[in-house]
């Protein structure tokens, strides 16, 4: 079986060391960026590996490991990636930035509510009125993102894993709601319509894939200043200071079929990153022009989401389906029944 490629949580800090070489790698990704090396983790997060039929799966398996240093005699500082295993996602939780460092899905016709395949016996279908926004008691009380820090912040509790992602049951549901699945977003022309189309897109591939794995990674990404220089700059909410607003935010999926209906075993894989500015963006704004290279994401972010075996043995996701977003005003749509409307998966 090929190598599997660890998610490196803990590294997600490295993402402002290179950060200053995303700009350029953009334009060319040929250029080599260094990575500082990190310790070793007490946490070895999830990962996408090869299957022996070739198909791709996310393993959330945990290790546990203890640093025999003499130095760490009286502790480990960190820093500590929190694994939050959900019903619907896994996510890393960044205790500095106070939100999630990157979430985890796999979603399918089940998992969406369009079969009854996952859902138990006797749970009705969930409904996102019945869930409220809850802080995370699971995390220490000191790294937690509080309601507060959002309050009259200007920016809506924007969902890494949305809610719509969440259909198994109204519990997997109510966990999208928790605050370490939560970043702060723009609101108008950014959460509530193109990062929403952009999540839409993610559920109707589930119309021509078997399988969808999709990671939303905040991103601190730098800015060429008037003098030249790079810098990463961004606003922290919060009454004092406590939680981070990222400058990006990245999609990056991964979508498996069978090759034919004859050789059912043998998998197709396609993956795509795409990087959007936490700002508003036009809803004709194509959204193949925030394609960017997986490894930019990964050298940005820090982490290795892919290995080298499953990037050589897949195509661009946009040479196998449509990258093109629905625009459909979902928050019209909940104060106007009416104007639902079913969309196709794209083609």
């Not at 939050?84 to 930035?97: E, I, M, P, Q, S």
């Not at 839409?200 to 969808?212: A, E, H, N, Q, Y």
């Not at 981070?244 to 498996?256: I, N, Q």
Request: charged share 20%; glycine share 6%.
């Amino acid at each position: 079986m090929p190598s599997a490629a660890v998610i490196h949580a803990a590294c997600f800090a490295v993402g402002a060391i290179v950060g200053g070489g995303v700009v350029s790698a953009v334009a060319s990704t040929k250029r080599q960026i260094p990575i500082a090396t990190s310790v070793n983790t007490s946490v070895a997060p999830p990962m996408i590996e090869m299957g022996q039929s070739g198909g791709a799966k996310l393993s959330n398996a945990v290790t546990v490991s203890a640093l025999s240093s003499p130095v760490l005699k009286y502790g480990h500082p960190g820093p500590v990636p929190d694994l939050l295993v959900r019903k619907a996602y896994t996510a890393a939780y960044d205790r500095r930035l106070r939100h999630p460092a990157w979430t985890a899905e796999h979603l399918t016709l089940a998992s969406l509510g369009k079969s009854n395949q996952q859902r138990p016996s006797g749970d009705g279908s969930p409904d996102r009125s019945n869930s409220t926004f809850v802080e995370d008691e699971s995390l220490p009380a000191m790294f937690r993102a509080k309601l507060q820090d959002y309050f009259r912040s200007g920016y809506d509790r924007g969902h890494m894993v949305p809610a719509a992602d969440a259909k198994l049951s109204q519990e997997a549901m109510n966990e999208t709601f928790l605050l370490s699945n939560i970043a702060p977003q723009v609101g108008a022309g950014f959460n509530r319509h193109y990062w929403a189309y952009l999540e839409d897109w993610c559920r109707r591939l589930t119309g021509s894939f078997s399988d969808v794995y999709v990671f939303t990674v905040p991103l601190y990404l730098p800015r060429k200043d008037a003098d030249g220089k790079f810098r990463v700059t961004y606003e922290v909410i919060g009454s004092p200071p406590n939680v981070a607003v990222p400058t990006h935010f990245a999609k990056v999926v991964l979508a498996s079929r069978p090759l034919s209906p004859s050789a059912p075993d043998t998998l197709e894989i396609s993956m795509g990153a795409f990087v959007l500015p936490n700002a508003i963006i036009p809803d004709d704004a194509p959204l193949e022009s925030f394609v960017i290279p997986v490894d930019v994401v990964e050298r940005a972010a820090g982490l290795n989401l892919f290995s080298d075996d499953v990037k050589a043995n897949s195509k661009h996701i946009c040479k196998s389906t449509k990258c093109d977003v629905v625009v459909r005003r979902f928050d019209d749509a909940q104060k106007r029944p009416d104007m639902r409307r079913a969309i196709s998966a794209p083609k």
